[in-house]
């Protein structure tokens, strides 16, 4: 059985920073793609950066130049660092994987981790 699970959140100030971590376990083939998605109150979850193929990374807009992805693909390992962070950041962060190179894969979620940015 497939666990994907994150950690890292917490309680911050404006302009403060944190990293997300998101550690996958189990039987799996292979890890295509990794992601950090996020849910703020009352809104649809949006895509905040993801890596796909080993080597190609995508950023959400507001994500570039504040959020940093890197991945350890030996230890299944996914890191979000968050940097200058703002109030409008708080939210839900959820990280997923994809589990195929083809569309026959399917998507695991771990159970999310808070991010409170507040003064």
């Known amino acids: 059985q497939v666990q994907v699970v994150e950690s890292g959140g917490g309680s911050v100030q404006p302009g403060g920073s944190l990293r997300l971590n998101c550690t996958a376990s189990?039987?799996?083939?292979?890890?295509?793609?990794m992601g950090w998605y996020r849910q703020a109150p009352g809104k649809q979850p949006e895509l905040v950066a993801e890596?796909?193929?080993?080597?190609?990374?995508n950023y959400a807009d507001f994500a570039k130049g504040q959020f940093t992805i890197s991945r350890d693909i030996p230890k299944k390992v996914l890191y979000l660092q968050m940097n200058s962070l703002k109030p409008e950041d708080t939210a839900v962060y959820y990280c997923?994987?994809?589990?195929?190179?083809?569309?026959?894969?399917?998507?695991?979620w771990g159970q999310g981790t808070q991010v409170s940015v507040s003064s």
């Open positions: 189990g039987s799996m083939s292979v890890i295509y793609a």
């Open positions: 890596s796909t193929g080993g080597d190609r990374i």
């Open positions: 997923n994987l994809y589990d195929s190179e083809t569309a026959l894969g399917y998507t695991y």
